[in-house]
């Protein structure tokens, strides 16, 4: 039997994921299988340059915390070696990155994944991971309000040539 120290640390460790998993955005469990050291070190690096935090957790642990957190049916996903990547701001970042190693290593599968309250399976994650991220979203919603503006202002500019040109050549012949 464990010691109550150990024990102590353990749900302290299950309550602080727990948390992370309560105010994240979104989260994506991966199946890490047979990645290299050297493909798991540049993924780390993206996720972290994303703001995303990705660690190995033991799947008790895990299935306590996503219980405690609200994500019940993460459950029955854990099986095997896995990965949680948590992001606290950007719903898409995770499952992007992820889906974007998933796609060159063979072995490295999305599991499930959660955003707004609500776990997906990995057929949405995949859908996550190609929805554009909000900045670019942003920018196509800035250029559609623009783009009727900027036909406008052509338009006027237009007449306004139009409706200068005879002025300026009667002022010319007299």
């Given at each position: 039997m464990p010691s109550a120290k150990i024990l102590a640390q353990?749900?302290?460790?299950?309550?602080?994921?727990?948390?992370?998993?309560k105010s994240a955005a979104a989260g994506v469990l991966v199946n890490y299988t047979g990645i290299t050291v050297e493909d798991d070190t540049a993924l780390r690096k993206a996720l972290r340059e994303a703001g995303v935090d990705y660690h190995v957790y033991k799947n008790t642990m895990t299935s306590r915390a996503c219980e405690a957190a609200g994500y019940g049916e993460m459950k029955q996903y854990l099986n095997g070696m896995n990965a949680f990547a948590v992001s606290q701001s950007d719903p898409v970042a995770p499952a992007k990155i992820l889906k974007e190693y998933a796609?060159?290593?063979?072995?490295?599968n999305l599991i499930a994944g959660f955003v707004d309250g609500v776990v997906i399976n990995a057929k949405?994650?995949?859908?996550?991971?190609?929805?554009?991220?909000?900045?670019?979203?942003?920018g196509r919603l800035l250029g559609s309000l623009q783009a009727p503006l900027y036909s406008l202002a052509r338009v006027l500019s237009a007449v306004t040539e139009k409706d200068e040109s005879p002025a300026a050549e009667e002022a010319a012949a007299e």
């Open positions: 353990k749900q302290a460790a299950t309550d602080a994921l727990a948390e992370k998993l796609d060159k290593l063979e072995t490295f949405q994650v995949e859908e996550l991971a190609s929805t554009p991220s909000k900045e670019e979203l942003l």
